[in-house]
């Protein structure tokens, strides 16, 4: 289903008409640097308030010091992603695992099922936790965070694979319910 780039989703809501100076220059900014300005900007944009605290979240969890790189956060993203079939997120973070490592099958691989993916023991471990909570988190246990540990990750570490995990689990229910579109450049990305 292909929308036009003034609607994002399936809801009737209009991005703020015109945009505040600061996020005309932050999607000018996303424009340069990415090309476009991504559809989940454009469908929080209803809203500037919200607009502003997704992009915070996200620019914290996602660019903000962490000991995961910035490939590791995305795979996070999209192995969640994957588990819960949103569209959005598959394809928008599985483009950018396939840029961030240069692998495109390590992307279409996380997209479709990350078990089947040439994984370090650290990565399967971080992303096993990362789906637990997207599955079965009421489950996890301290055996589940010393998997971890052992596979080098510090509490530190971990705090950040669930804040990761729990944000995308957040973002993709928002997007499957509001049927949020990809933007079509995602798709030819990183192969």
């Known amino acids: 289903m292909h929308m036009d780039t003034d609607s994002p989703t399936a809801l009737d809501l209009p991005m703020v008409d015109p945009l505040p100076d600061a996020t ?3 999607f000018r900014i996303c424009e340069e640097k990415l090309g476009l300005v991504p559809n989940v900007l454009k469908a929080h944009a209803f809203d500037v308030e919200k607009l502003n605290a997704f992009t915070a979240v996200y620019n914290d969890l996602m660019l903000g010091q962490s000991g995961l790189s910035k490939l590791e956060r995305e795979m996070i993203a999209v192995a969640v992603s994957s588990a819960n079939r949103c569209w959005y997120c598959q394809v928008a973070h599985g483009a950018a695992v396939r840029e961030l490592s240069g ?4 992307g279409e691989a996380l997209v479709m099922n990350y078990r089947v993916a040439d994984l370090s023991p650290r990565q399967r471990a971080m992303l096993d936790f990362a789906v637990r909570i997207t599955t079965d988190s009421a489950s996890i246990e301290e055996a589940d965070r010393r998997k971890l540990r052992d596979a080098g990750f ?5 705090w950040d694979i669930a804040a990761v995990a729990a944000f ?5 229910r928002l997007a499957s319910a509001v049927g949020m579109q990809p933007n079509p450049e995602y798709h030819a990305r990183g192969r």
């Open 24 to 26: 005309a220059k932050y």
């Open 103 to 106: 692998n495109p099958e390590l």
């Open 154 to 158: 510090s509490d530190r570490d971990i």
């Open 168 to 172: 995308f689990n957040m973002s993709n």
